[in-house]
């Protein structure tokens, strides 16, 4: 799994960068990526899904990353110029 967004509270970024990184918020280390729910579907259903999402629930939802071969890895990594998302 290769993510390459983080969805953040807002300004904990900032908050975690003034403390020298304390959180590890873009190692995805902390609490404060605000990553309640993951959901893995085909690529070609996320946009319908997202859309459905926002119309249901009222919430935003994002693509935040990948599946790639790893040839048996069941890792993931955050790629190092990961888009931050304040939510």
């Not at 997202?50 to 040839?71: M, N, P, Q, R, T």
């Not at 890792?75 to 998302?85: G, H, T």
């Amino acid at each position: 799994l290769e993510l390459h967004t983080l969805p953040i509270i807002a300004m904990m970024d900032v908050i975690d960068t003034h403390l020298g990184g304390m959180f590890q918020l873009l190692q995805g280390r902390s609490a404060e990526t605000s990553g309640g729910l993951m959901v893995i579907l085909p690529a070609d259903s996320a946009e319908a899904f997202i859309k459905d999402f926002k119309e249901l629930d009222g919430h935003d939802a994002w693509v935040i990353g990948s599946v790639k071969d790893g040839e048996g890895s069941k890792s993931a990594r955050i790629v190092d110029d990961v888009k931050v998302v304040s939510v």
